[in-house]
């Protein structure tokens, strides 16, 4: 089983930026993916950012050029630091891994940018 925990998000202003840790705790494969998806209001959970253990990234079109991820292989954790901020980012964000067959979602975190 594995346990994912997001740092506390937050209110930012438009254009400011915001970086959000997730840990994971568990039985962690020496392969895995982490990331970034994200649910606004009324909408579908989409992909954000993800990195795997072989630094292979992916992130969504919305996010591309803003957002950065980068992981700590380490210590299990995942980092999304969020630039240029604006309202349409506003979302609860949730850390994901991937491993073997399983996935595995955070609780979940709220990003508020104030326009």
């Known amino acids: 089983q594995v346990q994912l925990v997001e740092s506390r998000g937050g209110v930012v202003q438009a254009g400011g930026r915001l970086t959000l840790s997730c840990a994971a705790s568990?039985?962690?494969?020496?392969?895995?993916?982490m990331g970034w998806y994200r649910q606004a209001p009324g909408k579908q959970r989409e992909l954000v950012a993800t990195m795997s253990t072989r630094n292979k990234i992916t992130y969504g079109d919305s996010v591309r050029g803003r957002f950065t991820v980068s992981r700590n292989n380490a210590d299990d954790k995942v980092f999304l630091q969020m630039n240029g901020l604006n309202p349409e980012d506003t979302a609860v964000y949730y850390c994901?891994?991937?491993?073997?067959?399983?996935?595995?979602w955070g609780r979940g975190t709220q990003v508020t940018v104030s326009s």
């Open positions: 994901n891994l991937v491993q073997g067959v399983q996935t595995y």
């Open positions: 568990g039985t962690i494969f020496s392969f895995n993916i």
